[in-house]
């Protein structure tokens, strides 16, 4: 479990998954929430974002129980002339209490800015979902040792200057994404410290401190608990692991180890 500041945060484990699922994944996430009912006390916080279609129906299925539902992304505005989007009025609507922003393959494929990103944080805020903020840099930039650089400039630019609303920051390499390998503990550290003083620097110790930090980036059921030894991070954001639920359930025991 990590330790000094990052213990103040109750660790979170969130799965992505992405464009995966259909209604017969009901049996997955009951067999999920199965394994949750029996982890011994405490448990870490537990998160499934599902594509869109599956907001209400996982959300029914986790009604009382320690699973939460979050979305993969939002549009701005609350309703209007855009074919296929999906508003966070709607997404709220449907069960859902957060939803991941600036994801590097929402930049990647659908050109997403850190301006854009920005507006999406507000419209999460605007019906008290919490914004999970993706950061990462490119194999390009870490190789060039822009890392810190790009973090800072995503963070500021895409966080609103005062906190009205609940956020997690989620660094996520883009290079280790789906790739089975990960950054050393060192450098994931190193990372998450950055990102620890720059939130403390824009929104106060108090706020700044309260932010939880996830890593996320080929974790799996096996390299989980080296993940939950790191200090600063505060828990996870899984995107293949989560597809398993014998595998994402040992990534939750890892965080919610004592
Ligand atoms: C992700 O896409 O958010 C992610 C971390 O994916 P994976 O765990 O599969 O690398």
């Known amino acids: 479990m990590a330790s000094g500041m990052a213990r103040k945060i109750t660790p979170i484990v969130v799965g992505n ?11 997955e996430v009951n067999r999920l929430i199965g394994g949750l009912k029996k982890m ?18 996982f959300a029914k299925l986790s009604k009382r129980t320690r699973l939460q539902v979050g979305a993969q992304d939002c549009h ?7 074919t296929g989007d999906v508003s966070t009025e709607m997404l709220h609507d449907a ?3 957060a939803v991941i922003v600036g994801h590097s393959e929402r930049r990647r494929d659908h050109g997403e800015s850190n301006a854009d990103i920005h507006d999406k944080v507000q419209a999460a805020w605007r019906v008290s979902l919490t914004a999970i903020v993706c950061v990462g840099e490119t194999r390009v930039e870490r190789n060039a040792k822009r890392t810190l650089q790009i973090i800072t400039r995503q963070l500021s630019a895409s966080l609103p200057a005062t906190m009205d609303g609940d956020v997690m920051i989620a660094y ?15 450098a994931i550290r190193e990372v998450h410290e950055h990102i620890r003083k720059r939130l403390n620097l824009r929104f106060g110790l108090r706020q700044g401190d309260r932010i939880p930090i996830l ?3 080929s974790v799996t059921a096996n390299n989980a608990g080296q993940m939950a030894s790191i200090e600063q991070v505060n828990g996870v954001l899984v995107g293949g692991a989560s597809l398993k639920y014998r595998d994402f359930l040992k990534i939750i025991y890892a965080f919610s180890a004592p």
């Open 215 to 217: 890593y996320g980036g």
């Open 17 to 27: 998954w992405k464009m995966n699922g259909t209604r017969r994944s009901a049996t």
């Open 40 to 57: 011994p006390h405490p448990v870490c916080n537990v998160m499934l974002c599902p594509p869109a279609t599956l907001i209400g129906d």
């Open 76 to 82: 701005v505005d609350t309703a209007g002339a855009h």
């Open 172 to 186: 996520e390499p883009v290079w280790a994404i789906g790739a089975a390998r990960t950054p050393t503990p060192v």
């Open 95 to 97: 069960g859902a209490r």
